[in-house]
């Protein structure tokens, strides 16, 4: 038995449609990871979950990946390409109300479940798996693999949502002649890492400032004790969770969603004076959990009422459904995986080689108004501006949208990329 089925049992589920499904069995069945390593084979999605001019297929050979991607634009050859890579916890079908405009602006536009999500292949769910495949180079490498499987020696732009933001920040980075404009969105980029300078004279490096507890000992610490959910995320039990959710996946998927969008009217951000304990305890608690509860009883306690749901037009349930049923499948390891990954320290010596590198070629933010994300690193949005992109052409905080911006307001978010794409030289 391979590592990426060894600790699971694979339930089978016939390939059907959301109709032929139905809300009810997305919920109540119990379900085991499906194995997602090399070799294991997907099927495309029904085409009755994707927009009109949106097709899903695989692209095989990425980096040791056969990786799932859904595209629009794809009639007529020669056309200059968008990458879109997305967050967590969502997939390329976080795009899809954005896609079918930029393809009518005349784009190939290529959206891909990335390592670690929904119907990509080749990585591991296992939590006891090898981090490295999930550095943030190997994933740059990722996508510089798809946009040459493409037959594109270079895209139009890379654009990255949370997650994705600092992706595309780096493969702007690190391959400027291959993505020359980057759009980042809800996660800023606060730029590269720094290394000791000046120091040769210096007088010997003490341990002290180690001995002296974190701002996660201090959060712990706090009246009401708190934890950080990045630090959450890397735990063993993140995953059953949220997973595994007393309110099923369907419910906790709706109410992670609703709690971080503007329909949540707690949403109200604001720049925090520094990086404390006591100022990251004034931001919601998706972000600042309780030190007592998982993700799963955090979000349950703001579960819209059943008409906010009916009336939600940005994310109705048949959509839900589709992120209720990609994770049921393959659970919410992957993802959590890259948290870990920045945690442990794997990869920093080769992201250490681009210290005080910039972001030169231009580039855009975009995030909701109502978007804790601007502002939960403080100083990483004005660094961003001010240091770690140096051709920052707009910032954009969009009235009526939260985390997800994209999906939130999929008009006004397509019309500012496509008034910064016609905007390039």
Same mark, same amino acid.
């Given at each position: 038995?391979?590592?990426?089925?060894?600790?699971?049992?694979?339930?089978?589920?016939?390939?059907?449609?959301?109709?032929?499904?139905?809300?009810?069995?997305?919920?109540?069945?119990?379900?085991?990871?499906?194995?997602?390593?090399?070799?294991?084979?997907?099927?495309?999605?029904?085409?009755?979950?994707?927009?009109?001019?949106?097709?899903?297929?695989? *692209?095989?050979?990425?980096?040791?990946?056969?990786?799932?991607?859904?595209?629009?634009?794809?009639?007529?050859?020669?056309?200059?390409?968008?990458?879109?890579?997305?967050?967590?916890?969502?997939?390329?079908?976080?795009?899809?109300?954005?896609?079918?405009?930029?393809?009518?602006?005349?784009?190939?536009?290529?959206?891909?479940?990335?390592?670690?999500?929904?119907?990509?292949?080749?990585?591991?769910?296992?939590?006891?798996?090898?981090?490295?495949?999930?550095?943030?180079?190997?994933?740059?490498?990722?996508?510089?693999?798809?946009?040459?499987?493409?037959?594109?020696?270079?895209?139009?732009?890379?654009?990255?949502?949370?997650?994705?933001?600092?992706?595309?920040?780096?493969?702007?980075?690190?391959?400027?002649?291959?993505?020359?404009?980057?759009?980042?969105?809800?996660?800023?980029?606060?730029?590269?890492?720094?290394?000791?300078?000046?120091?040769?004279?210096?007088?010997?490096?003490?341990?002290?400032?180690?001995?002296?507890?974190?701002?996660?000992?201090?959060?712990?610490?706090?009246?009401?004790?708190?934890?950080?959910?990045?630090?959450?995320?890397?735990?063993?039990?993140?995953?059953?969770?949220?997973?595994?959710?007393?309110?099923?996946?369907?419910?906790?998927?709706?109410?992670?969603?609703?709690?971080?969008?503007?329909?949540?009217?707690?949403?109200?951000?604001?720049?925090?004076?520094?990086?404390?304990?006591?100022?990251?305890?004034?931001?919601?608690?998706?972000?600042?959990?309780?030190?007592?509860?998982?993700?799963?009883?955090?979000?349950?306690?703001?579960?819209?009422?059943?008409?906010?749901?009916?009336?939600?037009?940005?994310?109705?349930?048949?959509?839900?459904?589709?992120?209720?049923?990609?994770?049921?499948?393959?659970?919410?390891?992957?993802?959590?995986?890259?948290?870990?990954?920045?945690?442990?320290?794997?990869?920093?010596?080769?992201?250490?080689?681009?210290?005080?590198?910039?972001?030169?070629?231009?580039?855009?933010?975009?995030?909701?108004?109502?978007?804790?994300?601007?502002?939960?690193?403080?100083?990483?949005?004005?660094?961003?501006?001010? *240091?770690?992109?140096?051709?920052?052409?707009?910032?954009?905080?969009?009235?009526?949208?939260?985390?997800?911006?994209?999906?939130?307001?999929?008009?006004?978010?397509?019309?500012?990329?496509?008034?910064?794409?016609?905007?390039?030289?």
């Amino acid at each position: 038995m391979t590592e990426y089925s060894r600790r699971h049992i694979m339930l089978t589920l016939p390939s059907l449609g959301l109709a032929a499904l139905g809300a009810s069995s997305v919920v109540s069945r119990r379900v085991y990871a499906q194995p997602t390593g090399r070799g294991v084979e997907s099927e495309p999605y029904p085409s009755a979950w994707l927009p009109e001019g949106v097709r899903s297929r695989f *692209v095989d050979n990425v980096n040791g990946l056969r990786v799932h991607v859904l595209e629009a634009g794809y009639e007529t050859p020669n056309r200059p390409a968008l990458l879109l890579l997305h967050g967590f916890p969502e997939l390329a079908y976080s795009w899809r109300n954005v896609m079918v405009p930029l393809a009518e602006a005349g784009y190939h536009v290529i959206a891909p479940d990335v390592r670690g999500y929904g119907r990509t292949t080749g990585w591991s769910s296992d939590y006891d798996t090898d981090l490295s495949p999930f550095r943030r180079l190997n994933k740059v490498r990722d996508a510089l693999g798809l946009v040459l499987a493409f037959g594109h020696r270079s895209v139009a732009a890379v654009i990255g949502h949370d997650a994705g933001s600092p992706l595309a920040g780096w493969c702007g980075i690190t391959r400027p002649d291959i993505f020359p404009a980057v759009v980042m969105m809800s996660a800023p980029f606060g730029g590269t890492r720094a290394l000791p300078f000046d120091t040769a004279n210096g007088p010997p490096r003490t341990t002290a400032a180690a001995d002296r507890p974190s701002i996660y000992d201090d959060l712990a610490a706090l009246p009401r004790p708190r934890k950080h959910y990045q630090r959450y995320y890397t735990t063993r039990d993140a995953n059953e969770n949220m997973w595994h959710a007393s309110q099923g996946i369907h419910d906790f998927i709706r109410g992670y969603y609703h709690f971080k969008s503007a329909d949540w009217e707690g949403n109200q951000p604001y720049r925090l004076a520094a990086r404390t304990a006591e100022e990251w305890a004034k931001m919601p608690n998706y972000y600042i959990m309780q030190l007592s509860q998982g993700m799963a009883e955090t979000v349950a306690e703001v579960m819209p009422s059943a008409a906010h749901i009916a009336a939600n037009t940005w994310l109705p349930d048949s959509a839900l459904q589709v992120y209720a049923e990609e994770y049921g499948r393959t659970s919410f390891q992957g993802g959590l995986n890259g948290y870990r990954m920045g945690r442990s320290g794997v990869g920093v010596e080769e992201v250490e080689l681009y210290a005080g590198r910039t972001i030169d070629q231009p580039s855009m933010f975009i995030s909701g108004a109502s978007d804790w994300g601007t502002y939960q690193s403080p100083g990483s949005f004005e660094r961003m501006q001010e *240091v770690a992109c140096t051709d920052m052409r707009a910032v954009h905080l969009v009235a009526g949208a939260g985390h997800w911006v994209q999906q939130e307001q999929a008009e006004t978010t397509s019309h500012l990329l496509l008034e910064f794409l016609g905007g390039l030289g």
